[in-house]
């Protein structure tokens, strides 16, 4: 089987996607040094160390701290060792997953989360997010539409919906995702 992604060897630095088994759509752009790698005929798994984070502060403390994540390649999802209450900022967090025992803060993540350079990962990143954000957006979309919800965020139909996503998102879609066609792929 032909990979689809590129494959990187341990002890390399790279970009990826992290996310945990608490919170699966809150995927973290970070940089990260490759410790060890499981290898698979489909999707090779690193172990890495995080070096980088890209996110502000305020993001890694409500989706970072407190989250599950895998820390061995045959384990199960644990929680992370970390409190956010004893960091200030980014820099002090980072600055502790650099400490003398900075293995007990390696996760697992999958080979098709992790790019060579920090543009490639952009790109990753835009392409999941807008995944994950129209994933939910179209759960929304069905909620507020619901009959018999009657509350201050109810829709009539999915039509008022549609009409009133676009008022206020229209000037967003360009070049050939028109906002016309983004909200018939949410059916």
């Known amino acids: 089987m032909k990979k689809k992604h ?3 060897n341990k002890g390399e630095t790279v970009y ?4 945990s088994g608490s919170i ?7 940089k990260c040094k490759i410790i060890d790698v499981q290898w698979d005929s489909v999707n090779p798994k690193y172990k890495i ?11 890694l403390r409500e989706n970072f701290f407190d989250c599950s994540y895998i820390r061995e390649f045959k384990g199960q999802s644990r929680p992370m060792q970390l409190n956010a209450e004893d ?8 600055e502790r997953l650099r400490e003398k025992d900075r293995e007990r803060f390696y996760v697992i993540i999958d080979s098709i989360m992790c790019t060579k ?3 490639e990962l952009q790109d990753l990143f835009e392409k999941v997010q807008f995944y994950l954000i129209s994933k939910n957006l179209k759960r929304i979309r069905q909620f507020v539409s619901r009959p018999f919800f009657k509350g201050p965020l109810s829709v009539d ?6 009409a009133r996503f676009r008022k206020g998102w229209a000037d967003k879609f360009k070049g050939d995702l028109t906002i016309d066609k983004y ?5």
């Open 87 to 94: 960091y200030k900022n980014k820099i002090q967090l980072e």
């Open 157 to 162: 139909s999915v039509k008022e919906f549609d």
């Open 16 to 19: 990826g996607l992290l996310s």
């Open 49 to 59: 160390h995080i070096l980088k984070f890209y996110d502000n502060y305020g993001f």
């Open 6 to 8: 590129r494959i990187f």
């Open 24 to 30: 699966p759509d809150a995927v973290m752009p970070i």
């Open 117 to 119: 350079t920090r543009h």
């Open 183 to 187: 909200l018939r792929s949410l059916k």
